[in-house]
């Protein structure tokens, strides 16, 4: 108890400004400091780095006294298979009129172990099928007329322009893209990034190939049962599967570009690829905590707050460096909800709702933490009104734009442009729609289970000198040893930003109605 009592003192003694705005910045920073520090060691799910930063975490929870939420104690241990690729053992060849020729794993194309590969030889004609989509919403199907029995589909990540950003990325996930080309019988996939929205270069991607990759435990979250092959083609190397088509990669990354429409073609080629992978169990853990509300009634249900505390661990050196910190991908999330927790705690704010405070693992293995969690929550289901969640939110900029992902959805998006609108800051929705980010983070778990969610970074107007700068760190620092301690970032920006999270979170803790799907949002079907 006098190590609490110290630790209030500690934060009632920053100085007034802080008090006024909640945050300064600065001990957002001094957290990440402690996450992303070369002794975590990247954080890798299972590891021994995330146990640490997890400890540390934990610690903080209990000084602050929030309740534990995991099932045991502030834990929720997990359950994880880990699949590594033994390249040595496997092999990827094209095959035009009997004639073979090998591809070079790394430099040509990569397995991805994300999918249960079957450990025998794949040897089918290929057929290439746009962006690989079916959305019935929009009378979109890319399979239409086409025999894929026993066939590889070929596709170039992306979305056709008029179908809208949310819905889009909901039918790039495993599940949604699987489930047709199963029920058409295909056996397999070759995915072509889009040239127009790769995150990281491809030497750095295909230098950590080999590095595990991990799914839940269980037959309930297979999402790709039946795929027999998964392969990631470099774009620089694509024109070999149109070789003798009746169409080249270039033009179709010209068009995909623009999210034009895409012709769809059997391919002059047939592949053969056998993948050797070994597996071993892994156990990691979620973490969760509560700051009880206060009103009698509404004290049971619960606004959850989330981000992933986990990174892609020790990896391909890069200038000499192997250490992956993670620290704005996502010490930087996973900090903010330790401040959010703190002024919550030592503030005279009366919150109505409960807050579950949830730092998930494993979402860079495919937000495998989260999907658990959504699965087999350690509150009533029904009992969480929303998600507000927080990845790599990118305070590297002043704070004059909010991106909002899944803005239009639900009424979230309205309370937090009046949140946004009293700061000054301006609210726009995702303006890179081929990237995919409303699919790419924790919230879309909650999402699929019908609770209204939404995430944020800082923004940039388009063609601004700023968005200049995002695209710089995500093509040198994301998923880099880069994203370390010694990297510029404006504090200021991070302290507004938190404001807004915090507005956000007591609008839905202390408004009677709980938050709402708009009725023509797409995911309002999945509402409880």
């Not at 495919?366 to 009992?383: C, I, N």
Request: with cysteine; hydrophobic share 40%.
């Amino acid at each position: 108890m006098r190590t609490f009592s110290l630790f209030l003192v500690m934060v009632l003694a920053l100085p007034s400004f802080a008090q006024e705005s909640h945050f300064d910045g600065q001990s957002w920073w001094n957290h990440i400091k402690v996450l992303a520090d070369d002794k975590m060691e990247g954080r890798d799910t299972g590891s021994e780095g995330l146990r640490q930063a997890q400890a540390y975490v934990v610690d903080h929870l209990r000084q602050l006294g929030l309740q534990p939420a995991g099932s045991q104690g502030f834990y929720q241990p997990v359950k994880f298979v880990s699949r590594q690729i033994v390249e040595q053992q496997s092999h990827v060849t094209l095959l035009k009129n009997g004639v073979a020729e090998p591809l070079t794993l790394g430099d040509d194309t990569y397995f991805n172990t994300r999918v249960e590969l079957s450990p025998k030889e794949v040897k089918a004609p290929l057929v290439f099928v746009g962006y690989g989509l079916k959305i019935p919403e929009k009378n979109y199907d890319d399979f239409a007329g086409l025999d894929l029995k026993g066939k590889v589909v070929v596709l170039i990540t992306g979305s056709p322009a008029d179908v809208p950003a949310a819905l889009a990325s909901h039918y790039q996930t495993t599940a949604e893209r699987w489930k047709p080309l199963k029920a058409a019988g295909a056996v397999g996939i070759i995915s072509i990034p889009n040239p127009a929205a790769m995150d990281v270069p491809w030497s750095r991607s295909a230098a950590n190939r080999t590095h595990p990759s991990m799914t839940l435990a269980g037959a309930e979250f297979n999402e790709s049962a039946g795929q027999k092959l998964a392969l990631t083609f470099n774009p620089a190397k694509a024109e070999r599967l149109f070789a003798g088509s009746s169409h080249s990669f270039e033009e179709i990354a010209g068009l995909a570009k623009d999210r034009k429409p895409l012709p769809h073609f059997t391919l002059a080629l047939s592949i053969a690829a056998q993948a050797k992978v070994e597996t071993k169990p892994v156990v990691s853990a979620n973490l969760a905590a509560v700051l009880v509300g206060s009103d009698p009634v509404l004290k049971n249900e619960y606004v959850v707050v989330s981000a992933h505390l986990d990174h892609v661990g020790v990896g391909a050196p890069v200038n000499g460096d192997s250490i992956y910190n993670g620290a704005i991908d996502n010490a930087s999330g996973s900090s903010l909800l330790l401040d959010l927790a703190t002024s919550f705690r030592v503030s005279q704010d009366k919150l109505r709702r409960s807050v579950l405070f949830l730092w998930v693992t494993a979402e860079e293995k495919g937000l495998l933490g989260s999907r658990y969690f959504a699965a087999h929550p350690t509150v009533p289901p029904k009992a969480m009104v929303a998600d507000v969640n927080t990845d790599m939110f990118l305070p590297l900029v002043p704070l004059k734009v909010l991106t909002v992902y899944g803005l239009a959805e639900s009424d979230l998006g309205d309370r937090v442009q009046a949140v946004a609108d009293k700061l000054g800051v301006r609210v726009q929705p995702d303006p890179e729609p081929l990237r995919n980010v409303f699919i790419r983070s924790d919230q879309y778990n909650f999402i699929r289970r019908g609770i209204p969610a939404l995430a944020m970074k800082v923004g940039a107007v388009p063609g601004s000198p700023e968005q200049e700068v995002f695209k710089a760190w995500l093509t040198n620092r994301y998923h880099a040893p880069s994203d370390d301690l010694d990297q510029p970032v404006d504090l200021s920006a991070a302290a507004k930003f938190e404001e807004i999270c915090r507005g956000l979170v007591v609008d839905v803790a202390n408004t009677e109605q709980r938050p709402q799907w708009k009725p023509d949002s797409f995911f309002r079907r999945y509402a409880q």
